[in-house]
């Protein structure tokens, strides 16, 4: 019996747009929570500073979309550049990778991330893509696939 190549990638099947879907759904809800403890904790802040009442800050959209915005695009694709994977991601089971099935690189991470984060609705293209891509998956290269023992 040989020893199994360790260089060599397992491959996996392409994960499809409801594990993908959902695993965005989560993605969503967890930067929905942090928004909201970050604003409770600026209101805490101003509460200790000026005093009675406890006031939630009231941001201007033009804030509050750009930052969220980037927030967004630095916590998809830092989850995806240094683990390969966010927690919705992790949760589904399913890993983002390069065509070799590599991690993705910083930069193209951050890509992947800025263009899902615009355009969400990308996803939407799966279910026509033969090889089960979202248009931002299209765009960098990379594809989303069941996580079975990546190194």
């Known amino acids: 019996m040989t020893a199994p190549d360790s260089r060599r990638v397992r491959r996996s099947r392409t994960a499809g747009i409801v594990s993908r879907g959902l695993a965005a759904l989560v993605d969503a809800l967890v930067l929905a929570l942090v928004a909201l403890v970050v604003q409770v904790g600026a209101g805490c802040a101003r ?3 000026v005093g009675p009442p406890f006031q939630m800050p ?3 959209n033009w804030v509050a979309g750009p930052v969220g915005w980037g927030f967004a ?3 998809l694709g830092g989850s995806w550049a240094v683990v390969g994977a966010t927690p919705g991601a992790r949760l589904m089971g399913v890993r983002v990778t390069d065509r070799a099935g590599r991690r993705l690189r910083t930069v193209r991470a951050l890509v992947r991330a800025a263009l ?3 355009f969400p609705l990308g996803l939407l293209w799966i279910p026509f893509s033969r090889r089960r891509a979202a248009l931002q998956d299209l765009v960098v290269r990379s594809t989303v696939s069941y996580d079975r023992g990546y190194e």
């Open 47 to 49: 509460l200790m500073v």
């Open 58 to 60: 009231d941001v201007p």
């Open 73 to 75: 695009v630095c916590y």
């Open 116 to 118: 899902s984060v615009s």
